[in-house]
């Protein structure tokens, strides 16, 4: 029987066949000692032990066309970034290292700022000069109006989507006006400090129809990414790597060095000067 990790606690695997349900499985011997771990996101192949308590094993990992190492995840065909508005206020250097993450990894992203009922079209457009001249999707939501969460959920339509943003944004929310199998927990907002509780606490895959499963995962805003350097950087901002060409300097920083096509782009204001001030602040933390 065939089926896809949708979530994995404490040794346990709970498998989503489309035919039966779920199924909860202990991963076999065998893939300890080849040193594989199941991943959620993960198809595989089930052998059934108790149909009416619904257990198994896992007996079979088949071959993963994507495996994250942050989130350790297989299977994805895109990141959803979501980050709010408003309330609390996007904290840009945080989202453009979940960007480099993606960009790293080769997953393609789409950014969602929700809780757009909060602020203006003109707010709503200065955010859209930020990203857009990097060539990311945007989508603005509110969960309390309902504005564009069908046109969101169309378009993660047949894919497998780790959703992944900071507490307080309205991530949870979000992903249960999205679907209805799964109610995921959500939490106040600390009056205090403008931001969320930490209330997804594992990675967790959700059938949204039929191929389309959407993955909660906890917030984390660390890119500690086996081989990033400062030196790779440059190639995880797209809108960089278009101006790179014309730097007079081969392996140029665009920081200091004269003649540097990023920093001429970044004049004419092709390049968002959040997103070239958030590089520099990352570059220099990787020194």
Not at 161 to 173: E, H, I, L, N, R
Request: net charge neutral.
């Amino acid at each position: 029987m065939q089926g896809k990790i949708i979530k994995g606690i404490s040794g346990f695997y709970y498998v989503y066949v489309a035919e039966t349900g779920i199924y909860e499985c202990k991963a076999k011997g065998i893939f300890r000692n080849q040193k594989v771990k199941p991943l959620v996101g993960d198809d595989v192949e089930i052998a059934v032990l108790d149909e009416e308590k619904r257990t198994g094993n896992v007996e079979k990992i088949f071959p993963r066309k994507t495996e994250l190492i942050r989130p350790a995840v297989a299977n994805i065909d895109m990141a959803l970034l979501i980050f709010a508005a408003a309330k609390p206020e996007p904290n840009f250097n945080l989202l453009d290292r979940f960007l480099c993450m993606m960009e790293y990894q080769n997953v393609p992203v789409m950014i969602c700022f929700n809780k757009c009922d909060l602020v203006t079209e003109e707010k709503r457009r200065q955010l859209a000069d930020i990203y857009e001249p990097a060539g990311y999707e945007l989508c603005f939501t509110s969960v309390e109006s309902g504005e564009n969460t069908e046109i969101l959920k169309k378009r993660l339509r047949g894919k497998t989507t780790a959703v992944a943003g900071p507490s307080g944004v309205g991530k949870s929310s979000l992903v249960n006006c999205m679907q209805s199998l799964v109610h995921m927990q959500t939490g106040e907002i600390s009056e205090k400090i403008s931001r969320g509780r930490h209330t997804t606490r594992h990675t967790q895959l959700i059938p949204l129809g039929e191929q389309t499963y959407i993955m909660d995962t906890p917030g984390f805003s660390s890119m500690d990414l086996p081989g990033f350097t400062k030196d790779v950087l440059g190639t995880c901002y797209p809108e960089f790597v278009r101006y790179e060409p014309t730097c007079r300097f081969s392996g140029c920083s665009h920081i200091e060095e004269p003649d540097c096509g990023v920093k001429k782009a970044l004049e004419e204001g092709n390049i968002s000067p959040v997103r070239y001030e958030n590089y520099k602040i990352l570059y220099k933390s990787k020194m």
